[in-house]
């Protein structure tokens, strides 16, 4: 089981930045691929950007350049460093992870986690 919360959300003009992190959490866990993704006002939830344990990180074209997600593995966190916002990046981003259960030498899963959301507004 692992809990995930997301932070550092708020209102920011264009052209600002924000950096976003998500905690995870559990007893007895192992973290596999972590990724943001948003969900637009009136839109779908898409896949903002994702990062393997290796480090490999993937972007949609919309945020490339612009957004950078980063790892710290020994704190069990994920980052969304977010510059440059424009008015269409307004969206609750929410922090995924998937990951395995242990129980001693067993490893059950995949599973994947979702963290609760926070808010990014840009506008002037």
């Known amino acids: 089981q692992v809990q995930l919360v997301e932070s550092g959300g708020g209102l920011v003009q264009p052209g600002g930045s924000l950096n976003l992190s998500c905690a995870a959490s559990g007893s007895a866990f192992s973290i596999n691929t972590m990724g943001w993704y948003r969900r637009p006002p009136g839109k779908q939830r898409e896949l903002v950007a994702s990062i393997t344990t290796g480090g490999i990180t993937n972007y949609v074209d919309s945020v490339k350049g612009r957004f950078t997600i980063a790892r710290d593995s020994a704190k069990n966190t994920v980052y969304l460093q977010m510059n440059n916002l424009k008015p269409e990046d307004t969206a609750v981003y929410y922090c995924?992870?998937?990951?395995?259960?242990?129980?001693?030498?067993?490893?059950?899963?995949?599973?994947?986690?979702w963290g609760q959301g926070t808010q990014v507004t840009v506008s002037s």
């Open positions: 995924q992870a998937n990951y395995y259960n242990l129980y001693r030498t067993l490893k059950v899963g995949p599973f994947d986690s």
